[in-house]
């Protein structure tokens, strides 16, 4: 799950990681007051979206009074915000974050990532902060200091010092760098990120340390653990279907082509849409209606599918282990009759009550094409597609 950057400083501060001084707002009218209740201009006010590159894309605007934030704020909110990580179709600014302008000395950048081959969250800092890590990787991957962390003997204070080091801070500014380091990961663990990115980390001309951006991502898994964060989310970020399926326990991701797929298990999921862009297709999304699924579960999937408009057919492939395939049939059935269905729809059912689950199909008075192989399932709705 992804939260805002103002969301992100405020579980900084709650970690003693100093941040500039600033507050969210919703409109320009709130945007000038925030200004007004800082000590001291210049300002700099951010579009609040979940993508970088924000500057690129006009969200980040200088400002040097507070009725020039006013005017700077209302011209970001409600805009579209297009930037490399947004897509064409860009995202639309409901908040804005106004802090104030600090004069920058050195950036750097910071970040803490969960390395799956190493199976230990990894920090990495560099002394190109304000560019994109990838873009550092590829291109000066020697500028990257590392350093794996054993989740169980925790960070140690020679990692956190090899980091400032490596970056080639001054002597007076390893401590602050250490304490920043440290409480970072702190924050990583206690509250189970999958992602904690500070980029710029900025040196100011007066000697001070500041995280200037903050992005975040928790572990969707290990919300259960924190009801607070959980309560972060921004559902006007996300994809409405996604966010539909969220509500229903279902895991679907949106996708870009014109085949929709319901299928149980996520491994035959990824082969199901592997087999759609080898017929020629393209998938419209990864569901993954799960092993235990009830009908319910399967009638609000299809919904979820059907309600996609770039969809041109379905095609439904289940193995009846856990799920069995009469259920699993009930719900295609319940479904069908409850949405409007204009499209074809491909069904390959094996596993437990399969011959039931086929012969609720073939009686349910509806419209139905049986596959007899998952190769054969994907070359029938390419072609029906087609």
């Not at 990495?124 to 794996?148: C, D, F, Q």
């Not at 801070?169 to 992602?195: E, G, W």
């Not at 759609?276 to 599918?305: C, H, Q, Y």
């Not at 059912?349 to 009686?363: A, M, S």
Request: one cysteine or more; aromatic letters at 4%.
């Amino acid at each position: 799950m992804k939260i805002h950057e103002y969301q992100g400083k405020d579980l900084l501060k709650k970690f003693n990681v100093p941040v500039p001084p600033g507050d969210v707002a919703a409109n320009s009218q709130e945007a000038r007051q925030v200004a007004e209740a800082l000590t001291e201009g210049p300002f700099v006010v951010k579009a609040q979206i979940h993508a970088g590159g924000r500057g690129k894309g006009g969200g980040i605007k200088p400002a040097a009074t507070p009725e020039e934030v006013e005017e700077v704020a209302h011209q970001i909110l409600g805009m579209t915000l297009v930037t490399p990580q947004t897509g064409p179709e860009g995202r639309v600014v409901n908040k804005v974050l106004v802090e104030q302008a600090q004069q920058i000395a050195q950036e750097l950048y910071l970040g803490i990532v969960l390395d799956r081959t190493l199976a230990r969250p990894v920090i990495m800092m560099s002394a190109a902060g304000g560019m994109e890590i990838e873009e550092v990787a590829a291109r000066t991957p020697e500028l990257i200091i590392k350093e794996a962390v054993d989740p169980v003997a925790g960070l140690m204070p020679f990692q956190a010092r090899n980091l400032a080091f490596g970056v080639g801070l001054s002597p007076q500014l390893l401590r602050p760098a250490v304490s920043i380091i440290d409480n970072l990961y702190k924050m990583f663990v206690a509250l189970d990120f999958s992602l904690a990115e500070i980029n710029p980390l900025v040196v100011t001309k007066n000697g001070t340390m500041l995280a200037l951006d903050a992005k975040i991502n928790l572990d969707d898994n290990a919300l259960f653990r924190h009801h607070n964060l959980a309560a972060l989310e921004d559902p006007e970020e996300m994809d409405p279907l996604e966010h539909e399926a969220r509500k229903h326990h279902l895991n679907y991701i949106r996708l870009t082509g014109n085949i929709g797929a319901m299928v149980n298990g996520a491994g035959l999921a990824m082969a199901t849409m592997d087999l759609i862009k080898a017929a020629g297709a393209e998938p419209a999304n990864f569901l993954d209606v799960g092993g235990g699924a009830s009908t319910e579960m399967v009638t609000n999937g299809f919904r979820i599918i059907l309600a996609d408009p770039h969809v041109k057919g379905v095609l439904i492939n289940i193995f009846g282990g856990i799920l069995r395939c009469d259920i699993l049939a009930n719900g295609v059935v319940e479904a069908v009759k409850t949405v409007q269905v204009k499209v074809p729809i491909i069904v390959r059912l094996e596993g437990t009550n399969v011959e039931l689950g086929r012969e609720i199909l073939e009686k349910s008075g509806l419209t139905f094409t049986v596959a007899t192989d998952m190769l054969d399932a994907a070359q029938k709705v390419a072609a029906l597609v087609q």
